[in-house]
T-cell receptor, first 113, second 114 residues
Framework: DGGITQSPKYLFRKEGQNVTLSCEQN?????MYWYRQDPGQGLRLIYY???????QKGDIAEGYSVSREKKESFPLTVTSAQKNPTAFYLC????????????FGEGSRLTVL | AQSVTQLGSHVSVSEGALVLLRCNYS??????LFWYVQYPNQGLQLLLK??????LVKGINGFEAEFKKSETSFHLTKPSAHMSDAAEYFC????????????FGGGTRVLVKP
């Protein structure tokens, strides 16, 4: 079955550590996205990518980094510079950039201890 | 810039009763509008979308929404709630002028009482 796989589902880290969240898709979609979800705030866009080796900052990119070396993969690194990293992170993809209809993974919940 | 406001962060309905979730948008150009559903600890799934065709849009699981330009609204309804409808629902808007970037509302969590 085609879809988006995020791992790990749950992750704990100590303050000052970087952590990388994995996102893989087999939908052959060109565009991929990372969102952050906090209670009552909806989803906020962190980074997005239209094609391999190209990505753009979203609304809340500070303290995060991404790479897009393969069409299928779009990992997100939460760096120690992110002031409040505890959140639910969602990866998504779409046929074309910002086409509106997004397909989501099941999310990764990051907790900073 | 476009924006979305969902009225009510929590809604409680009885099983079999009408489900009504309110969404108002702000946009200076014709928008595309979406409703997504999120079950606990999962990603979002598209329920339905409005893309300037029919103003009454039917989606999955018996949900529908009506686009009302005069009221800048896109409320989501389901005639009869089922226990499986308990989830969080997000309204979202995009416009071509902004590169079709999706802007999400804050979400409405639905509780279904037996």
């Amino acid at each position: 079955d085609g879809g988006i796989t995020q791992s790990p589902k749950y992750l704990f880290r100590k303050e000052g550590q970087n952590v990388t969240l994995s996102c893989e898709q087999n939908l052959n979609h060109d565009a991929m996205y990372w969102y952050r979800q906090d209670p009552g705030q909806g989803l906020r866009l962190i980074y997005y990518s239209q094609i391999v080796n190209d990505f753009q900052k979203g609304d809340i990119a500070e303290g995060y980094s991404v790479s897009r070396e393969k069409k299928e993969s779009f990992p997100l690194t939460v760096t120690s510079a992110q002031k409040n990293p505890t959140a639910f992170y969602l990866c998504a993809s779409s046929i074309a950039l910002l086409a509106g209809e997004l397909f989501f993974g099941e999310g990764s919940r990051l907790t900073v201890l | 810039a476009q924006s979305v406001t969902q009225l009510g962060s929590h809604v409680s309905v009885s099983e079999g009763a009408l489900v009504l979730l309110r969404c108002n948008y702000s946009s200076s150009v014709p928008p595309y509008l979406f409703w997504y559903v999120q079950y606990p600890n999962q990603g979002l799934q598209l329920l339905l979308k409005y893309t300037s065709a029919a103003t009454l849009v039917k989606g999955i699981n018996g949900f529908e929404a009506e686009f009302k330009k005069s009221e800048t609204s896109f409320h989501l309804t389901k005639p009869s709630a089922h226990m499986s409808d308990a989830a969080e629902y997000f309204c979202a808007v995009s416009v071509e002028a902004a590169g079709n970037k999706l802007t999400f509302g804050g979400g409405t969590r639905v509780l279904v009482k037996p």
